[in-house]
Each structure stands twice: as structure tokens, then as C-alpha cells.
């Protein structure tokens, strides 16, 4: 009888399904990940995005030196095959706030237009419908994505920087009324 180690399995197991393991991580309908949310200078909180069963759900809160004076908290849930069944809860020094779709495109249209461009898979399409508003892909250097928004007063231009179809962008920059900067953690 010949004795095999399981290390040598398990490399001889990763070699065979490397690429099948690849395919299906590309596959995967789900997704997660947090960002550090930066206004000018400092960072103001975090926000992770994740992606189940057809919907995203983006939850953020205010942290560090901010949340001493600040605190903030918000919960989206974005139904990718109904967007206008799409929702967010917004706590804000004990305030709370209720956003129905059409109110979250005129006060945070920043969010679902994010959610909206990150779930594109395969070829980005040069014009992206979210509600009322229209992304339009302007331009493309390497591995960075200038997108124009228009019909919105709060957002007018993001960019992805170190972003493919699929992955998750090193930095969001989203330019409007108030810029923010979102950096992978």
C-alpha cells in the first residue's frame, strides 16, 4: 500500500482544480467588502457592500475622532431586479430617517449609483440606467473608470481607480456637492 501525504493531495487537488476554482469564485453571485469613507483630509467611517440572493446590502457608520461629535449610521438594501423596491434606513444623532428608492436617488444617489455600476458584469455598457438617472462611461485609463452622471444635483462624476468588471476598485471617488473617497480597506 502506498502512503500519500495530504499536502501532496491537496497540491495535486489545486493544480487539477485551480482553474474551476477560479471560474466559479468569478461566478459567485455574492460578493463583500468594506471601505474606509474619507471626507478631505481624515476618515469619517466605514462602509461595507454586500452583495446576496439578488440584492445588496450596504451598511456604514461613522468611526474614529467623528463619531465623538457625529454618529451616523445607515442600512441600504438594493433589489437588483426591482431597484424600485429598494430601500435605505438612515440613523443620524439619534435621528432616524426612512428613504424610500426615488428619495435615495435625490438625497444619497451616490449609493445606488456605486451598487449599480459594481454589479456590471462582463462589458461595461457606455450608458447605465439607475432610476431617473444616466452614468455615461466617459473614459477608460488602464485601470481607471471616469463615469458622468447626469440628472442628479448632489453627484456628478465617479471614479473607480484600480477597478475590473467584477472586482472590487482600490478607491471610489464620487465628485458632487460634497466629494467623497471611498479606499478599500
Do not use: C
Amino acid at each position: 500500500m502506498m502512503k500519500i501525504k495530504a499536502g501532496r493531495i491537496l497540491r495535486l487537488l489545486r493544480v487539477k482544480l485551480g482553474f474551476l476554482t477560479v471560474l466559479l469564485l468569478l461566478l459567485t453571485p455574492s460578493f463583500a467588502v468594506t471601505y474606509k469613507v474619507k471626507f478631505a483630509f481624515f476618515t469619517g467611517g466605514v462602509i461595507s457592500i454586500n452583495r446576496e440572493d439578488g440584492r445588496v446590502f450596504v451598511d456604514g457608520k461613522s468611526t474614529g475622532i467623528v463619531s465623538w461629535f457625529y454618529h451616523y449610521k445607515l442600512h441600504m438594501v438594493y433589489d437588483l431586479k426591482n431597484p424600485e423596491r429598494s430601500y435605505m434606513e438612515e440613523d443620524e444623532n439619534g435621528k432616524k430617517r426612512f428613504y424610500d428608492f426615488q428619495k435615495i436617488l435625490k438625497k444619497k444617489p451616490w449609493l445606488p449609483i456605486v451598487v449599480r455600476i459594481l454589479t456590471q458584469s462582463g462589458e461595461v455598457p457606455e450608458k447605465i440606467t439607475v432610476g431617473s438617472l444616466t452614468i455615461v462611461l466617459t473614459k477608460r485609463d488602464n485601470d481607471d473608470w471616469y463615469f458622468t452622471v447626469y440628472g442628479s444635483k448632489n453627484v456628478k462624476e465617479v471614479v473607480l481607480k484600480g477597478w475590473y468588471p467584477g472586482t472590487f476598485p482600490r478607491e471610489i471617488v464620487v465628485k458632487g456637492k460634497k466629494d467623497i473617497k471611498l479606499v478599500k480597506k
